[in-house]
C-alpha cells in the first residue's frame, strides 16, 4: 500500500524568504510518481511540480523545486523567494503501479506568507 | 479549453436525501476519481473509474453510489446511507499511468456539500 506522510500541519514564513514543505512517502514499487498540489481558499487544486522515481536530477518548476531523496523517501517541495499569494494549503501525493496508480495524498500542509 | 467540470459548486441537502454531484471532463481521459477532502484530513479516495463501465471503490465508498457510462461523465450520489455528508468533494482525472509513465490528475473546481 501507498502512504503519504506530511508532518507539518502549519508553516510560516516571512515574504521573499525561502521555505521547505516535508513530504515522505512509503510504497515497495520501484517505478512511482511524487506530485506536490497547491490549494488556495479557493478550492481548486493547482498542479505545482512532478518527479518521477527514475529522474536522476531534482524537479524545478520557476520558484518550485524537489528535493528528491530517495533513499530516504522523502520529496519535499522547496518554494523560494515566498509571496503573499503562495499562502494556501499544498499537498504531497503519489502514484504507483502498486496502487493502480490512483493518487494518494497526504493531509496537507497549511502554509501562510507573512510581509 | 480543456477541463474538468463540477456542478453545482454549493449544494444544500436535506437529512434523508440523495442527492448527485455531478463531474464532466473533456480532457479524454479514461481514469477519473472522487475524493472527500474534510478538514485536517487531506484527500481521502471514495470511487474510481479507469475505462467506462467499470468503477472501483475507494477508502471511503459506504454510503456512495457512482456510474460511468460515458467517458466524459463520472456523477457521485449521496446516499441518505451516508451519515456525515457534509464536507468538499472533489472529482479528478488522468490518463492512467503504466511503467514509467505516470502522468499529473486534473481537478475540477470542487462542490461543496452541506446538510441542513
Known amino acids: 500500500a501507498q502512504k503519504i506522510t506530511q508532518t507539518q500541519p502549519g508553516m510560516f514564513v516571512q515574504e521573499k524568504e525561502a521555505v521547505t514543505l516535508d513530504c515522505t512517502y512509503d510504497t515497495s514499487d520501484q517505478s512511482y510518481g511524487l506530485f506536490w498540489y497547491k490549494q488556495p481558499s479557493s478550492g481548486e487544486m493547482i498542479f505545482l511540480i512532478y518527479?518521477?522515481?527514475?529522474?536522476?536530477q531534482n524537479a524545478t518548476e520557476g520558484r518550485y523545486s524537489l528535493n528528491f531523496q530517495k533513499a530516504r523517501k522523502s520529496a519535499n517541495l522547496v518554494i523560494s523567494a515566498s509571496q503573499l499569494g503562495d499562502s494556501a494549503m499544498y499537498f504531497c501525493?503519489?502514484?504507483?503501479?502498486?496502487?493502480?496508480?490512483?493518487?494518494?495524498f497526504g493531509r496537507g500542509t497549511s502554509l501562510i506568507v507573512h510581509p | 479549453d480543456g477541463g474538468i467540470t463540477q456542478s453545482p459548486k454549493y449544494l444544500f441537502r436535506k437529512e434523508g436525501q440523495n442527492v448527485t454531484l455531478s463531474c464532466e471532463q473533456n480532457l479524454n481521459h479514461d481514469a477519473m476519481y472522487w475524493y472527500r477532502q474534510d478538514p485536517g484530513q487531506g484527500l481521502r479516495l471514495i470511487y474510481y473509474?479507469?475505462?467506462?463501465?467499470?468503477?472501483q471503490k475507494g477508502d471511503i465508498a459506504e454510503g456512495y453510489s457512482v456510474s460511468r457510462e460515458k467517458k466524459e461523465s463520472f456523477p457521485l450520489t449521496v446516499t441518505s446511507a451516508q451519515k456525515n455528508p457534509t464536507a468538499f468533494y472533489l472529482c479528478?482525472?488522468?490518463?492512467?499511468?503504466?511503467?514509467?509513465?505516470?502522468?499529473?490528475?486534473?481537478f475540477g473546481q470542487g462542490t461543496r456539500l452541506t446538510v441542513v
Open positions: 518527479q518521477g522515481s527514475y529522474d536522476e
Open positions: 501525493a503519489m502514484t504507483a503501479a502498486g496502487g493502480s496508480y490512483i493518487p494518494t
Open positions: 473509474s479507469q475505462i467506462v463501465n467499470d468503477f
Open positions: 479528478a482525472s488522468s490518463i492512467p499511468g503504466t511503467g514509467r509513465f505516470i502522468t499529473e490528475a486534473f
